[in-house]
């Protein structure tokens, strides 16, 4: 399912995703692609995924967040452009960043 879809499911009156889930499941991305994936954290996050059907739609989510994430990553690399990131510097602040 698109994003553009679950937009219109959201218009529909259908359950909406939150920050909070797409968060947990960017938690469970990170996990899932980490260093330290273990049978324990596959199978605490096959029970998460069971626990609510909103959590399979927020995994989606995070999921598609982080592809394009990616792509753009790749993008930026073949255009060769050199961001603060990529050369290991902090980037700079903003205006609101200061603020905090």
């Known amino acids: 399912m698109s994003r553009q879809d679950r937009s219109q499911d959201a218009l529909e009156g259908g359950p ?17 692609h980490g260093p330290n994936r273990t049978n324990d954290s596959e199978r605490g996050f096959s029970q998460w995924l069971r626990s609510n059907p909103l959590h399979g739609r ?5 999921t598609e967040i982080w592809q394009e994430a990616g792509n753009l990553r790749s993008l930026r690399k073949s255009s060769g452009s ?10 700079p602040r903003t205006g609101r960043d200061r603020q905090r």
């Open 16 to 32: 909406e995703l939150t920050p909070g889930l797409i968060a947990e499941a960017s938690a469970w991305l990170a996990i899932l």
């Open 58 to 62: 927020a995994f989606e989510e995070a």
């Open 82 to 91: 050199d961001t603060a990131g990529e050369r290991g510097e902090r980037a």
